[in-house]
């Protein structure tokens, strides 16, 4: 059963920076693309980045391009994502992805709020 | 990129069948898979149909999924509806980035 399990998400300043993990477990990670789903306070999914298996290869949405980066440590199956100059637009529960394309959603998610 | 289009709200009676449409704005929507995802009240997002029309383990079969070439678009069925389906949808496909559709509520009068 697929697994993930996100943290590290909290209350930041604009301007701040965070970075989020997803534990994952219950299937190969270092096979398979990952990626980074978030939802804005009653709003829809919005895809937010993505990563190779390999973690040569990443895509960003417009919206965060050049302030996140995605990355992830094979050798402890977690995926991380480094969230710099935050917005007050960026809040958010940021959930992480099985997949690349036909994505897998299935953690709780963790609640990034930016507020002063 | 291509857009995925929802209604924004469906309706229907317990033990009724309801559709959701997701038709996408350019692009074939047989070229890419489409996802489905429900999203209880205060809950997060799981998957209810995959690769089209694939069942995960443990969703129950009153959930399908088809493509319709013609109409460009990807339809969820909920046969026999229950008060418990009462819930957002979400569709989701991709061309180069993960693409989702706005969503739509699902209430069951």
């Known amino acids: 059963e697929v697994q993930l399990l996100e943290s590290g998400g909290g209350l930041v300043q604009p301007g701040g920076s965070l970075r989020l993990s997803c534990a994952v477990s219950?299937?190969?990670?270092?096979?398979?693309?990952m990626s980074w789903v978030r939802q804005a306070p009653g709003k829809g999914l919005e895809w937010v980045s993505g990563?190779?298996?390999?973690?040569?290869?990443?895509s960003y949405a417009d919206s965060v391009k050049g302030r996140f980066t995605i990355s992830r440590d094979n050798s402890k199956n977690t995926l991380f994502l480094q969230m710099n100059s935050l917005r007050v637009e960026d809040t958010a529960v940021y959930y992480c992805?099985?997949?690349?394309?036909?994505?897998?959603?299935g953690g709780q998610g963790t609640l990034v709020t930016v507020s002063s | 990129n291509f857009m995925l289009t929802q209604p924004h709200s469906v309706s229907g009676s317990p033990g009724k069948a309801v559709n959701i449409s997701c038709t996408r704005s350019?692009?074939?929507?047989?070229?890419?898979?489409v996802q489905w995802f429900q999203q209880r009240p205060g809950s997060a997002p799981t998957t209810v149909i995959y690769?089209?029309?694939?069942?995960p383990s443990g969703v129950p079969d009153r959930f399908s999924g088809s493509i319709d070439s013609s109409s460009n678009s990807a339809s969820l069925t909920i046969s026999g509806l229950k008060t418990e389906d009462e819930a957002d949808y979400y569709c989701?496909?991709?061309?180069?980035?993960?693409?989702f559709g706005g969503g739509t509520r699902l209430t069951v009068l």
């Open positions: 350019s692009g074939s929507i047989a070229s890419t898979y």
């Open positions: 992805a099985k997949g690349r394309t036909t994505v897998t959603l």
């Open positions: 690769d089209d029309n694939q069942r």
């Open positions: 989701q496909s991709s061309d180069s980035r993960v693409i």
């Open positions: 990563l190779s298996a390999s973690g040569g290869s990443t």
């Open positions: 219950g299937f190969t990670f270092s096979t398979y693309a």
